[in-house]
């Protein structure tokens, strides 16, 4: 699986105060979850303090928040991978359960980005989970990253915050939060050694992990009488041609995404759609997202 970051640990040093992280965060029946802003090594983090759980015999729930640089499921997801047992590479992981977005940007999709995180999370604790770590996007800057960590808190109710900040960039998000009984918070300096990567190498990992998901994908025909097309953010328009291209998640009667389609033609009350998914058998609704791919874009 091509995971886009680089190998574990390459060139990075393990800094003892996050042992001693480890130490205060890793209890049993536990949520941690993780904000910072962009390239500040928020995944990184995440993944020592995985491994560190495994270790140390917690069942663990590693939920994936970031649906643009996402590594569990493709992007334009949440994701929720339940793991027992150290584990060989974090990056790439199957998921467990799948959340459709339908953007690889939370900023105009807050509802839906708290609650699939909550139901990610009741889904995890219903499955056995001991601890559960939850990686963020690094959208913090303004009122939008405000309202969208504020209401993750107050929705998944942490006991543990870890806050990656150089100077002052989520102070306006941690200061509503000092002073709460059901929440400590941690601030850690990112770590200096952070490979930084520009729009460009973030649109190509984006792109790459779609070309990965739709390696193998097929043309499928869908009873639109039998499953219904659904947009929740928006009213869908009569006819299909604004909807050729477009993303859609193709959800279960519990609204969990089963995987993803591409729509290649509407007629009438069927649908002609690309996915990976050999048979559609449980899948009750198509979601429409917001991505449009092209032929030209490879992803087929």
């Not at 303090?49 to 069942?59: D, F, W």
């Not at 590693?62 to 339940?82: E, F, K, R």
């Not at 969208?148 to 929705?155: I, Q």
């Not at 917001?290 to 490879?298: E, I, P």
Request: net charge neutral.
């Amino acid at each position: 699986m091509p995971s886009g970051f680089p190998p574990f640990w390459e060139g990075m040093d393990r800094p003892k105060v996050w042992y001693q992280l480890a130490d205060e965060v890793l209890q049993k029946g536990s949520t941690v979850l993780l904000l910072g802003a962009p390239d500040t090594g928020k995944t990184t983090l995440c993944h020592f303090l995985v491994e560190e759980a495994l270790k140390r015999g917690l069942r663990t729930a590693y939920i994936d928040a970031d649906v643009g640089q996402s590594v569990i499921g493709p992007p334009t997801t949440l994701g929720m991978a339940l793991l027992e047992g150290p584990q060989e590479e974090l990056s790439g992981l199957e998921a467990d359960r799948l959340y459709f977005i339908g953007a690889t940007s939370p900023a105009r999709h807050l509802l839906p980005v708290v609650v699939g995180l909550r139901k990610l999370l009741d889904e995890a604790w219903c499955r056995g989970a001991e601890f559960a770590i939850v990686d963020t996007t690094g959208l913090v800057a303004g009122e939008v990253g405000l309202a969208l960590k504020f209401y993750k808190v107050e929705a998944l109710r942490p006991k543990h915050l870890i806050a990656l900040e150089g100077g002052s960039e989520v102070e306006h998000i941690l200061r509503p939060l000092w002073g709460r009984e059901d929440l400590k918070v941690h601030v850690l300096l990112p770590s200096p050694k952070v490979v930084r990567r520009d729009q460009r190498r973030r649109q190509d990992y984006r792109l790459e992990r779609f070309r990965f998901y739709f390696r193998g994908a097929s043309l499928k025909e869908v009873n639109l009488q039998e499953r219904a097309l659904i947009s929740p953010a928006s009213p869908l328009r009569q006819g299909g041609d604004d909807l050729r291209g477009r993303l859609i998640g193709l959800i279960d009667g519990d609204g969990f995404a089963v995987g993803l389609g591409i729509i290649e033609d509407l007629h009438g009350e069927r649908a002609s759609i690309w996915t990976p998914l050999e048979e559609l058998q449980g899948v009750r609704f198509l979601q429409v997202g917001s991505l449009v791919f092209s032929r030209g874009q490879g992803c087929l």
